[in-house]
């Protein structure tokens, strides 16, 4: 079975701040790596997703995101946030025809 | 592109009542999956249906949930009976067949257990 381990449930950060979730997940085979966003009021949207090849993603907004085979770990980055970026943030892993396994969740507060 | 649909958005029962939530997925999307959500987590996959058919529903408690998917298109998801810690928002997500990493998700509907 799969899982996802968030690091960090509620993080506050300023304006221009430089931003790193931690993500790591555990399966024993190959998987599909993905940070899902949610902003207030609105549906989850996929913010970046890595299924092979280079292990750097980039997403939408900024975003990029590191496979480190090795360390099990997806951990999203962004090197200056805006307050726009204040939202809840999934790490998810998709080993095989399974259907998605989310963490818990990371709550970011961008302060104005 | 029109998104994955969801009704209602807002539901309120109280316990033992039984409640139906419908899901309208992506046109062309075969497949499609119902998640739960309970505050503070993250989303855990229930029932997935590839057409009309089931995936996987290995987390789907199957003495009070059950979910259908007739004609391959739209989807049910019913509850009965509701119980208090069925409390959440159930999220309906798609994906194509040729694409089924990336799911899209629907707003979800969000069931308040009184």
């Known amino acids: 079975a799969q899982s996802v381990s968030q690091h960090n449930h509620h993080v506050i950060l300023s304006e221009a701040a430089s931003l790193e979730l931690g993500c790591n997940y555990s399966?024993?085979?190959?998987?599909?790596l993905f940070w899902y966003v949610q902003y207030p009021g609105q549906h989850l949207q996929l913010l970046l997703k890595?299924?092979?090849?280079?292990?750097l993603v980039k997403g939408i907004k900024g975003f990029e995101a590191e496979f480190i085979k090795s360390k099990f770990s997806f951990n999203l980055r962004k090197p200056s946030v805006q307050w726009s970026d204040t939202a809840e943030y999934f790490c998810?892993?998709?080993?095989?025809?399974?259907?998605?396994?989310f963490g818990k969740g990371t709550h970011l507060i961008i302060q104005p | 592109e029109a998104g994955v649909a969801q009704s209602p958005r807002y539901k309120i029962i109280e316990k033992r009542q039984s409640v139906a939530f419908w899901c309208n997925p992506i046109?062309?999307?075969?497949?499609l999956y119902w998640y739960q959500q309970i505050l503070g987590q993250g989303p855990k996959l229930l029932i997935q249906?590839?057409?009309?058919?089931?995936?996987?529903d290995s987390q789907l408690p199957k003495d009070r949930f059950s979910a259908e998917r007739l004609k391959g298109v739209d989807s049910t998801l019913k509850i009965q009976p509701a119980k208090l810690e069925d409390s959440a928002v159930y999220l309906c997500?798609?994906?194509?067949?040729?694409?089924?990493?990336?799911?899209?998700f629907g707003p979800g509907t969000r069931l308040l257990v009184l």
């Open positions: 998810a892993v998709r080993g095989g025809a399974d259907g998605l396994t």
């Open positions: 046109s062309g999307h075969a497949t």
């Open positions: 249906f590839q057409n009309n058919g089931v995936v996987d």
């Open positions: 997500a798609s994906s194509s067949w040729d694409s089924q990493e990336t799911q899209y």
């Open positions: 399966y024993g085979g190959t998987v599909n």
């Open positions: 890595y299924f092979s090849g280079d292990p």
